[in-house]
């Protein structure tokens, strides 16, 4: 049998992780507001540009993006949003199981892909795996700061802009409530076009200031953009809610194991009490 | 008296939402008026003060480059950073842009002209707003 200072050991190490783990699900608590409060500061800015392309979308412009059109897809790119740090459950090893059954199913039809990475998770992963990563941005950090998506943004562009890239998917964590995040694969070039039968097709058209064709670029490289740097702020949203809960499953799970070791502990010491009873009474009786 | 609908949002806040009976801004092709009931327009925005009045009211911000669009009843700045011009520190501006000449000239900069270009009409948008809005004061 283990004895009592054995015992005791083990239960001071279990008694500091769980101290650990109960700081940081503390901490992930407090983030998760400051990131749940910037993913609704950044929401207008989202809707209206959504708005305005929903609007040039209507209009009978005079000319029409390649954003828009579906040519034959031969390479798909995935842009997969990931954390940095880990002990956030199964956040980003859900997310990367989407991703991989969606490009398995891609490469049955045919296509090849290949990966562009935000996160040093989804860098890891991907490295291990093995594929073709074409970009990667990692440490972010808590406040992520949009020019630092520009880079990557423009790499995936530039490979659909070259035909490299026929279809581009938006992958991240969605953001549903503290206790639930769904890994998401979107669809994000060619974009999806809204049927809106309310509409009646209009005859109308911008003034375009300066040429139409340089401002719907500027614009829609924007609005990509834009809907990346959403992705990046609600999957770092999710990350502290997964975060808090896993924290708070590992405190719970230290105390479980505590209880148990605490009534080994008193089993030991009792043991060994009963022991030295005995002996000495055993040796009062050989006198 | 009618009044059109004014959103000016940056990628990281909105900051104004609301009515006015007509909006100055600075285009990418000059400065431009806004009244209710304005075609269609879609132009770039340049970094500048963006003015809405509002009868007598009248509201500054500033906006960094972006886009506009309009509609007759509805105006919208697409900034990638908007500030109300009543929070900027022209100190601040003016070491901006004091910074931003100094990278033109500097050729052993890293960074590219076109950039530095840019930060300094950046902040020399900024300035000129700030005095415009003392101006008015």
């Known amino acids: 049998m283990a004895n009592t200072k054995e015992v005791r050991k083990q239960i001071a190490s279990i008694k500091s992780t769980q101290k650990i783990t109960s700081a940081m699900e503390m901490v992930a608590a407090s983030k998760i507001k400051k990131t749940q409060n910037e993913m609704q500061l950044g929401r207008p800015y989202s809707e209206k540009i959504k708005e305005v392309i929903s609007h040039i979308a209507n209009s009978s412009s005079e000319y029409s993006h390649p954003f828009y059109e579906h040519r034959e897809t031969k390479k798909a790119c995935f842009l997969v949003v990931s954390s940095d740090k880990g002990l956030c459950g199964g956040l980003n090893i859900n997310l990367f199981k989407q991703v991989i059954s969606k490009s398995a199913e891609l490469k049955e039809q045919g296509i090849e892909s290949n990966f562009a990475l935000i996160g040093l998770k989804a860098a890891s992963f991907f490295k291990s795996v093995g594929g073709d990563v074409v970009a990667n941005v990692q440490k972010l950090g808590d406040k992520p700061d949009p020019d630092a998506l520009i880079g990557l943004t423009k790499t995936v562009l530039d490979l659909h802009r070259n035909g490299e890239v026929d279809q581009v998917y938006l992958c991240g964590n969605g953001f549903v409530n503290t206790m639930t995040q769904e890994p998401k694969v979107e669809q994000l070039i060619p974009l999806p076009t809204e049927e809106t039968d309310e509409l009646t097709p209009t005859h109308w058209d911008y003034i375009y200031e300066p040429e139409a064709q340089e401002l719907l670029e500027g614009l829609m490289t924007r609005y990509i953009e834009s809907l990346i740097y959403h992705a990046v702020i609600e999957n770092s949203a999710c990350e502290q809610a997964a975060k808090m809960l896993a924290m708070k499953n590992a405190t719970e799970n230290a105390g479980d194991l505590i209880k148990e070791l605490e009534l080994l502990y008193n089993n030991v010491r009792q043991a060994a009490i009963t022991q030295e009873l005995s002996e000495i009474v055993g040796g009062a009786a050989a006198v | ?137």
């Open chain 2, 1 to 137: 008296m009618s009044t059109i609908k004014v959103s000016i949002v940056s990628s990281s806040e909105e900051i104004y939402s609301g009515e006015g009976t007509m909006v100055f801004a600075t285009g990418s092709l000059g400065e431009i008026g806004i009244a209710p009931g304005h075609t269609p327009l879609l132009t770039g925005l340049a970094p500048g003060p963006v003015r809405v009045q509002n009868g007598d009211d009248e509201k500054t911000f500033f906006c960094s480059g972006g886009f506009i669009e309009i509609q007759p009843d509805l105006v919208t700045f697409l900034s990638d950073r908007a500030e109300r011009a009543e929070s900027m520190d022209e100190a601040e501006a003016i070491k901006a842009q004091e910074l931003a000449e100094k990278n033109m000239h500097d050729k052993e900069s890293e960074l590219d002209y076109t950039k530095a270009a840019a930060q300094l009409a950046e902040a020399a948008a900024r300035i000129k707003t700030i005095q415009k809005l003392r101006k008015n004061k």
